[in-house]
């Protein structure tokens, strides 16, 4: 394959170390940083209840900081990438044993019974199985999550490109006037007139648009789609 699939745990860090320079959030988490085991099955139906816990009483010390995300950071990347962060029982995907392992072990070391999970994914693997790469994440705080296991497969290295369009509604109207502008270059010379003019071209270039942004609105109210910064966070098919 050409490109390269997209891996969003180092998409994740990435904007962590932009908004950590630019922002100063290095420094916050430093401040708040600063102030036996349970059965799988157990866990499981943790994962699988629905809880309101904003926090986890995590010994601080023993946390990998680099696996420590902020929200904003988090909802940066499910906008660019048309992914949602919801409770883990929304997931109706399946949990790998390796992550029920990485809970044990969390549990184990820091003597607490987690709760409150967190998975980031593609909308459908909220309703359906399916093989792109969900992140599970716990909160530990202040609007801080902790990134305990990632698994499936990367996402296309295309899918942030071909999501763009849904980003907002600037982003869906120039995406309009793009495919409507090379539609209209597709159809051939003197389709429909003997002379070939500019006016006979930008004349056929609205009648595109108008046909492709009405393909665009009916598909959007009859699926119910919504754009990224809207259905991020969202519990809602349609959202």
Known sequence: MIFEKTNIESKLQKVRKKQEKHQGTASGLEDFLNGNSMKQAKISAELASKSNATD??????????????????????????????????????????????????????????????????????????????????????????????KWGNDLHPLRKLLVWPFKNIGNLVLFVLLISYLTTLLIPDGLFSKNNSSAEFWLIFFFMFKWIASLVIFYGFARGKNFNPVIWNSKYFNA
């Not at 009483?57 to 904003?72: A, G, Q, S, V």
């Open 56 to 149: 986890n009483r995590f010994n601080l010390d023993l946390l990998e900081t680099t696996k420590i995300y902020h929200l904003d950071q988090i909802k940066e990347i499910c906008i660019d990438y048309r992914l949602r962060f919801l409770d883990s029982s929304y997931f109706k995907g399946e949990i790998p044993k390796t992550a029920l392992k990485k809970i044990q072990q969390l549990e184990r070391e820091h003597e607490v019974e987690i709760k409150g999970y967190k998975i980031m994914a593609p909308s459908k693997l909220f309703k359906l199985e399916d093989k792109d790469d969900p992140l599970l994440f716990a909160p530990i705080g202040n609007d801080y999550f902790y990134l305990i296991h």
